[in-house]
């Protein structure tokens, strides 16, 4: 079974990739963006008896720091 993992910052910690990335699109001619946040997918084949305390565990303990970092999962 595919699991996704949608790691976010969490809102008001400094981002610099996102300004990166907001910066270069601005650069690029693209307007009317007002913010750029940066995140990461990650993406897990696990067994389907995997449960979904599992998979909590396995994001908190290691796929996001979860004191700066929100996290998300998608069956």
């Given at each position: 079974?595919?699991?996704?993992?949608?790691?976010?910052?969490?809102?008001?910690?400094?981002?610099?990739?996102?300004?990166?990335?907001?910066?270069?699109?601005?650069?690029?001619?693209?307007?009317g963006i007002?913010?750029?946040?940066?995140?990461?997918?990650?993406?897990?084949?696990?067994?389907?008896?995997?449960?979904?305390?599992?998979?909590?565990?396995?994001?908190?303990?290691?796929?996001?720091?979860?004191?700066?970092?929100?996290?998300?999962?998608?069956?």
């Open positions: 079974m595919k699991i996704r993992v949608i790691v976010t910052l969490k809102p008001g910690v400094l981002d610099p990739q996102g300004k990166a990335i907001h910066h270069a699109l601005e650069g690029l001619g693209f307007t007002d913010d750029v946040r940066q995140g990461k997918l990650i993406e897990l084949d696990v067994a389907e008896t995997t449960s979904d305390a599992d998979l909590d565990a396995m994001c908190s303990k290691l796929l996001a720091n979860t004191v700066i970092e929100n996290y998300r999962i998608e069956r």
